[in-house]
């Protein structure tokens, strides 16, 4: 199975044999791969039920629930590593979402489009809400509720007590930027953070 560069580079980032809650896990392919690649105990939380009989389809252990008002279902320190991957947009509550993901794991990885990316921006001064491979829904029909650039969401984890230990910047292909961490905010097309409470 071949995942998608940014769902590989996540599990690069996850040690063999985590447990792994994968919050917003879509169809599963991360926990799939990781499950059979590396060995690790996972479960995925999802709400979209398509998504949900996909992940089942592939074998993977998915529960249904709300990441907003529910993870208080799962006890404290019961995972390894919990992936919030493109899914911090879509929540009502994200504050409470990290404060709860770094009750259950100590290790949190979250990845995220950039609004603020210079594209985005010229969009915008066009008079367009913006349209990319990270943000491909029109205004209308996107499920992002939320639209942060890699500035402010950073503010928001140092505001709930997380400590960025990694940031590793993507170009629009999903692969890590070759311009690095300078000028993140204006040419990273995503974001992946590693971070710790």
Request: hydrophobic residues 45%; proline residues 6%; contains cysteine.
């Amino acid at each position: 199975m071949s995942l998608r560069p940014e769902l590989t580079l996540l599990a690069d980032l996850i040690p063999e044999s985590a447990r792994v809650l994968d919050l917003g896990c879509g169809s599963g392919a991360l926990l799939e791969h990781l499950i059979t690649a590396q060995s690790c105990r996972g479960t995925g939380v999802e709400i979209d039920p398509d998504a949900i009989i996909e992940a089942i389809g592939r074998g993977v252990p998915v529960v249904d629930l709300d990441l907003d008002t529910e993870l208080d279902h799962f006890a404290d320190h019961s995972y390894d590593v919990v992936v919030l991957s493109r899914t911090i947009q879509t929540l009502r509550r994200p504050a409470e979402v990290l404060r709860q993901m770094a009750r259950i794991g100590d290790q949190l990885i979250v990845s995220v489009p950039n609004f603020g990316l210079l594209r985005n921006r010229l969009r915008l001064l066009r008079g367009r809400m913006p349209m990319s491979r990270d943000l491909p829904y029109s205004w209308y029909d996107s499920p992002n509720l939320r639209f942060t650039t890699l500035v402010d969401l950073e503010e928001l984890f140092t505001a709930v007590d997380l400590r960025v230990e990694r940031r590793i910047v993507l170009a629009p292909s999903g692969r890590p930027a070759r311009s690095g961490q300078a000028l993140a905010n204006l040419f990273g097309a995503a974001a992946v953070y590693v971070l710790r409470a």
